[in-house]
């Protein structure tokens, strides 16, 4: 089976700028960082973040979940592995 990745040690970050760059109306990246936080964070004035993250392993799952109504941030960890 072939793979779309074209450099294992560079695929979280370049998985992280391909969906910010599928939805830059609602995401944008922290620079020299893995996380994706909301891009209009004026709505959030006077509210508490809330912020997810984990491995890479399943797509960074948790970068999908980042919008209106849902999370505030997301840090996308190493693929496999626990934390970021």
Do not use: W
């Not at 893995?34 to 399943?58: E, I, P, Q």
């Not at 960074?60 to 997301?74: E, I, R, T």
């Amino acid at each position: 089976m072939k793979k779309i990745i074209n450099d294992p040690s560079h695929v979280v970050e370049e998985m992280v700028a391909g969906l910010v760059s599928a939805y830059p109306t609602y995401l944008k990246k922290l620079p020299d960082t893995t996380a994706v936080v909301r891009a209009n964070n004026d709505s959030m004035h006077g509210k508490v973040g809330l912020v997810s993250g984990g491995g890479s392993g399943h797509e960074s799952a948790h970068a999908g979940f980042v919008g209106p109504g849902m999370l505030s941030a997301a840090v996308c960890g190493q693929v496999f592995s626990p934390y970021p």
